[in-house]
């Protein structure tokens, strides 16, 4: 039962333009999300977060965009650096729930050609 | 400085020995969880303890167990192993329980294969 989706499990762009990177969920008791990146032989590193009271939160190069009616969020880089290229997972919890876990999706790997 | 380390990095064994993972965080933080990565690329969290205390505990063999000295480490015991153990093992860190939008710090990883 996959409740947070990635469903493109790679994506290629070159640099200095947009990679947009999408993720669906299905528990409609999430309500905070967030996408963490990876290295190889590295862990997770949180990347960028969003409340469901809000349809878009960014920082800096990295904008995170919320659609509830749809369940949907996406993240976009811009302008993509080589320096980008890992895996990006997508997360999601109820943040209100009893207990505190996130459910990630399987990761989308992207790769900023040069 | 390694904010949430892991030893080892690396774990091969044979199916039936018993191994541990161990994992420590110099971030000050109450809350502490094992993640399990396996062939198919889904992070799943197995445990979590807040202050040495249990506080999330998913479906995991009883194989497994996890063991929490003080708030600063958390280690993972595995009894008679088996070939669908092999994964990747993340240990992870937040400052607080019962705030769900806590970011979680992670590990390395450590890679172990069961033969």
């Known amino acids: 039962d996959q409740q947070v989706k990635q469903n493109s499990p790679s994506l290629s762009v070159q640099e200095g333009r947009i990679s947009i990177l999408n993720c669906d969920y299905t528990n409609s008791m999430f309500d905070y999300f967030l996408w963490y990146k990876k290295y190889p032989a590295e862990g997770p590193t949180f990347l960028i977060s969003i409340s469901s009271i809000k349809d878009k939160n960014e920082d800096g190069r990295f904008t995170v965009f919320l659609n509830k009616s749809a369940k949907h969020l996406s993240l976009h880089i811009v302008p993509s650096q080589p320096g980008d290229s890992a895996v990006y997972f997508c997360?999601?919890?109820?943040?209100?729930?009893?207990?505190?876990?996130?459910?990630f999706g399987k990761g989308t790997l992207l790769t900023v050609n040069p | 400085d390694t904010a949430v380390s892991q030893t080892p990095k690396y774990l091969v064994t044979q199916m039936g020995n018993d191994k541990s993972i161990k994992c420590e965080q110099n971030l000050g933080h109450d809350t502490m969880y094992w993640y399990k990565q396996d062939s198919k690329k889904f992070l799943k969290i197995m445990f979590s303890?807040?202050?040495?205390?249990?506080?999330i505990n998913e479906t995991v063999p009883n194989r497994f167990s996890p063991k929490s000295p003080d708030k600063a480490h958390l280690n993972l015991h595995i009894n008679s192993l088996e070939l669908g153990d092999s994964a990747v093992y993340f240990c992870?860190?937040?400052?607080?329980?019962?705030?769900?939008?806590?970011?979680?710090?992670f590990g390395p990883g450590t890679r172990l294969t069961v033969l």
């Open positions: 303890y807040n202050n040495k205390e249990l506080i």
């Open positions: 997360a999601a919890t109820n943040s209100g729930g009893s207990n505190y876990k996130l459910t």
């Open positions: 992870a860190s937040s400052l607080l329980a019962g705030v769900g939008t806590d970011t979680q710090y």
